[in-house]
């Protein structure tokens, strides 16, 4: 069993900048890949971004790509998602996940955070 604690969300204002971390216990955090999902009121959970198990392979939405990063730091359990110019339509609470495949480069994605709220304002 893993549990994932997501951290960072908040209101900011559109061009702003937020970093997001989600910390793993409970499982060898560094064998698995990570993944970063985003749900909008009203909308459907859609995937934002992911990163391999050994940080050497990431993948982005193409909403965000260029201007959010994803990384890892495997000694402390935790995965970070970095988010420039944000828009206000990146609004939605973002949920980290847990690849269910050890040694892979992304999904598919068993266990969630409880996710953390971004707020944009334009």
């Known amino acids: 069993q893993v549990q994932l604690v997501e951290s960072g969300g908040g209101l900011v204002q559109a061009g702003g900048s937020l970093r997001l971390s989600c910390a793993a216990s409970g499982r060898t955090f560094s064998l698995y890949p990570m993944g970063w999902f985003r749900q909008a009121p009203g909308k459907e959970r859609e995937f934002v971004a992911s990163i391999s198990w050994d940080g050497g392979t990431t993948s982005y939405a193409d909403s965000v790509k260029g201007r959010f990063t994803n990384s890892r730091d495997n000694a402390k359990n935790t995965v970070y998602l970095q988010m420039n110019s944000l828009k206000p339509e990146d609004t939605a609470i973002y949920y980290c996940?847990?690849?269910?495949?050890?040694?892979?480069?992304?999904?598919?994605?068993?266990?969630w955070g409880q996710g953390t709220q971004v707020t944009v304002s334009s």
């Open positions: 996940a847990v690849g269910e495949r050890p040694f892979s480069l992304g999904g598919p994605f068993g266990s």
